[in-house]
């Protein structure tokens, strides 16, 4: 079993210690958004899960990545618990790359791989869409 340490530093302000061993600051009440809420830092994991399965699965599939962007945007339910109800998760990538293989890693990912999104599609719709830009 993993545990999380949540400690009360005042106000609606918190320092989490993750099971390993980084800590980070939240801040619940939005008003005065000195750190990042909860509920942003869930949208946050979902951009960081599914953008480390499509760094790994485009380098295995030998696909020349040079950048890449996840923006994750998101409705939450009007009434508590005010979930994740409908998600949008956009790609912008660049790099000699097959679309095929874009549209393949993200489909793993979203399907298969990246545990923060099967979370969440339990409660909210989930879309995908990427961009292949220019190379620089």
């Known amino acids: ?70 923006i994750c945007s998101g409705e939450r339910a009007a009434e508590p618990p005010s979930v994740w109800t409908k998600l949008e998760v956009v790609y912008r990538l660049q790099g000699k790359l097959d679309e095929e293989a874009v549209k393949r890693a993200i489909e793993l990912s979203e399907k298969k791989y990246c545990s923060v999104s099967a979370m969440l599609q339990k409660t909210a719709s989930l879309t995908w869409r990427y961009e292949i830009l220019p190379r620089s």
Do not use: Y
Not at 20 to 45: C, F
């Open 1 to 70: 079993m993993q545990t999380a340490l949540i400690k009360w530093i005042g106000e609606e302000q918190f320092v989490a210690d993750s099971p390993s061993g980084h800590a980070i600051t939240l801040d619940s009440d939005r008003s005065s958004n000195k750190a990042p809420g909860p509920m942003e830092l869930v949208l946050m994991a979902l951009g960081a899960c599914t953008a480390t399965d499509i760094v790994i699965i485009l380098k295995k599939k030998r696909q020349k990545l040079e950048a890449l962007e996840v």
